[in-house]
């Protein structure tokens, strides 16, 4: 599982104290003691600040993630439960890229895992057949939230890349609520062409940068049962 390291190396440092001097050091690590090392920086503030950060100049899935952060022994027992359900997802589903962050859950679904017809928002019998074999861990985890982000390559106007990307991510939405997933679990937004990870000057490039980002949070249930939990 691939895990965002530069985000908890920069997470340790700013709570300081901790003596975490390399990404090395940060990964061997386990979620309570980052949990904690949040927590000493006033957690939902330092993630905030992060999130925002990261939001304005980078990637909105993580944005998400480390903006809801609650820290303390209470961010590390939800962490704990990330990784059981990131676990999960990878084996349902080997081709999508799973990363860890902080106390939640970015993934990835690029389009040989969820894809659509061509300028449409319809979903393919694969893209159908793949989000099937994630609805059992999100069943399996109803105490989270699921942001759902669209994004596009750069072919063709702002405008109508925008329009798109909002109706692609609307309808992977809509297809996981008709199979039964609370549709207040979810909140949908659309990218456009802001966020590419790979250039738009190949067509590997472009392929990779149509894609859907989940951001899997912690909800209000779940952070109420982790603090009862870090009390006793």
């Known amino acids: ?23 090395e050091a940060v990964k061997n690590t386990n979620n309570a003691q980052r949990g904690v090392a949040i927590g000493a920086a006033s957690g939902a503030v330092l993630g905030g600040v992060l ?33 059981k359900q990131a676990q999960k997802i ?7 890229q799973v990363e860890r962050v902080g106390e939640g859950i970015k993934l990835t679904l690029g389009e040989n895992s969820v894809n659509f017809d061509f300028n449409k928002s319809s979903l393919t019998a694969t893209a159908k057949n793949n989000l099937d074999k994630l609805i059992p861990v999100f069943n399996e985890y109803p105490d989270t939230n699921i942001q759902i982000f669209g ?20 309808a992977v939405q809509a297809y996981l609520s008709s199979k039964g997933l609370k549709s207040s679990r979810f909140t949908v937004l659309g990218k456009g062409e802001s966020e590419p990870i790979e250039t738009n000057d190949t067509a590997a490039g ?6 859907v980002e989940f951001a899997i949070t912690a909800n209000e249930k779940m952070v109420q049962d982790a603090q009862k939990e870090a009390k006793q």
């Open 1 to 23: 599982m691939k895990t965002s390291l530069k985000i908890y190396a920069l997470t340790a440092v700013m709570a300081g104290g901790i003596g975490f001097t390399s990404c």
């Open 206 to 211: 472009r392929a990779k940068n149509r894609r």
């Open 151 to 170: 994004h596009t390559d750069s072919a063709g106007s702002d405008e109508y890349n925008q329009k798109l990307s909002e109706q692609r991510a609307a």
């Open 90 to 96: 990878e084996t349902a589903l080997p081709g999508a």
């Open 51 to 83: 999130g925002n950060n990261i939001g304005k100049g980078g990637n909105t899935a993580l944005g998400a993630i480390i903006g809801g952060v609650v820290g303390g022994a209470a961010g590390g027992i939800i962490g704990n439960r990330m990784d």
